[in-house]
């Protein structure tokens, strides 16, 4: 049997449209940190995230205008290549070049690739990760007829682990359920899947394939397609009767125990764009800014059940399928995903230390925070942030020559009528500012600004 190597494949870390290209960037990918940075010849390099010298974070340095990546505390720097360039406090040239020429000052790099609009590595530490990768095709969009440049990626960090996550994307039943008051999920809709199997073989490289029936009285005609390609991409395929047909790639890219990254996108030969007025004359990053803020019930849907879900299961002391009772059809895509772990892949990214890591309860705070799971990453979020941080400061200062103009009106009575029009419009733009302060702090946590910080998961819900 073919053993599967989680370090020997192509992941994809970032969006390229995520990426600043100004300032280094660090990532997290099985359990090991590297930093991401663009050399002077516009090369993407991904290398250990830490300096030769005293183990710094390379990724707190700066990208200089030579082209070097120089890491903060005592200014080394590094080429492209991972060859350290420059020892500021070497005196003489001589003991420069034997200090730069020593393997010891070298930082390790990795394999990278773009593909797609991604930033690909290849996190593999053995000696011949440039020849091996060559060898290795990345995961990307099938060809299905659909264009695949048509909708943008989203990326998210959440913190819920790797097995979890993509064993909840073959767990199709659940939408139902758990997602009930959106995109018209609904227990009421519930159609049993009827048929659900396995196409073709199980395999370490090219993981499988499966095929099931509608879970809905919406769907339950449709063809879906659902295909993991290893190590961490689930490519669904919904097709309709009337015609009508979505993929979704997705990616789930085991960062360390319990955390995982998201990336993906969802493409369709129907139309969906929003007829929001005010929305679409924004400019564009605006607008997928302010867009992603719909995406944020259904992921706390899933954060919640998938957290509690995580927490139980690093407890236990017995494997998934004594643990779990699956008897229905449904179940197939967790079975099938359980056992390619089991049979190829050591249980998963990081299994031995899984059992030592019993998962920490997260406070409400934490799993249902935003900065740090999008808007950091996300220019359009940020983007949007910022743009609302403009409008409160221009509307303070607005607001201080209305009132200089109501006081000059009441001292200097000219005309009562402008005093009264100047308070009017200082108030609607105190008003208008609360307001912009609820909307930034939609960026910022799902947690209610004001009242109790209870998460409203599912009160929407209209029957
Ligand atoms: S730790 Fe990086 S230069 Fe000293």
């Not at 390790?108 to 290795?136: A, C, H, M, R």
């Not at 895509?333 to 899984?354: M, V, Y």
Request: aromatic share 12%.
């Amino acid at each position: 049997m073919t053993e599967f190597s989680w370090t020997k494949n192509w992941y994809p870390i970032f969006p390229l449209s995520y990426i600043d290209p100004s300032v280094p960037t660090s990532i997290t990918i099985l359990d090991k940190k590297l930093v991401i940075w663009r050399d002077k010849n516009d090369k993407w390099s991904v290398m250990d995230d830490q300096c030769p010298h005293k183990l710094a974070q390379l990724s707190k340095g700066t990208i200089k205008e030579d082209g070097t990546l120089m890491c903060r505390h005592h200014g080394w720097c590094f080429n492209g290549e991972g060859q350290c360039t420059t020892i500021p406090m070497l005196v003489g040239n001589e003991a420069l070049e034997t200090a730069c020429n020593s393997l010891r000052s070298q930082v390790k790099i990795y394999p990278t690739q773009i593909n797609q609009g991604l930033l690909w590595v290849w996190p593999d530490n053995s000696i011949t990760p440039f020849e091996d990768s060559n060898n290795k095709q990345p995961a990307t969009i099938p060809e299905c007829g659909l264009d695949s440049n048509s909708t943008d990626w989203y990326m998210s960090e959440v913190p819920v682990g790797y097995t979890v996550s993509l064993e909840s994307s073959f767990d199709p039943s659940h939408a139902q359920f758990l997602h009930e008051g959106i995109a018209g999920f609904s227990p009421e809709k519930t159609v049993p899947i009827s048929r659900f199997e396995t196409v073709g073989e199980i395999s370490a490289e090219t993981g499988f394939t499966l095929k099931h029936t509608g879970y809905n009285s919406v769907n339950q005609d449709m063809d879906a397609m659902r295909q993991f390609t290893p190590p961490c991409c689930n490519t669904t395929i919904y097709e309709y009767t009337n015609g009508a047909k979505f993929l979704f790639q997705l990616y789930f890219i085991p960062t360390k125990p319990g955390y995982c990254r998201y990336i993906g996108k969802v493409i369709s030969n129907q139309n969906f764009s929003s007829n929001n007025i005010l929305l679409n004359s924004l400019p564009k990053n605006l607008r997928t800014g302010f867009s992603h803020l719909f995406n944020y019930k259904l992921s706390d849907q899933n954060l919640s059940i998938m957290h509690s879900q995580e927490v139980i299961q690093s407890t236990l002391d017995q494997s998934w399928n004594k643990a779990y009772f699956l008897p229905s059809p449904a179940d197939l895509g967790i079975i099938t995903f359980r056992k390619w772990l089991d049979e190829f892949a050591n249980n998963g990214p990081f299994s031995e230390n899984h059992n030592n890591n019993k998962y920490q309860e997260l406070t409400d705070e934490q799993l249902y925070d935003r900065w740090y799971r999008h808007t950091q990453y996300c220019p359009s979020c940020r983007s949007a942030v910022i743009f609302l941080d403009k409008l409160q400061k221009y509307g303070q200062i607005l607001t201080m020559i209305l009132v200089v103009i109501t006081l000059i009106v009441i001292l200097i009575p000219i005309s009562i009528k402008w005093g009264i029009v100047s308070t009017i419009l200082a108030i609607i733009i105190i008003l208008l500012s609360n307001k912009i302060d609820d909307i930034r702090y939609l960026f910022m946590s799902s947690l209610p600004k004001k009242g109790l910080p209870i998460v409203n998961l599912y009160t929407d819900i209209k029957k």
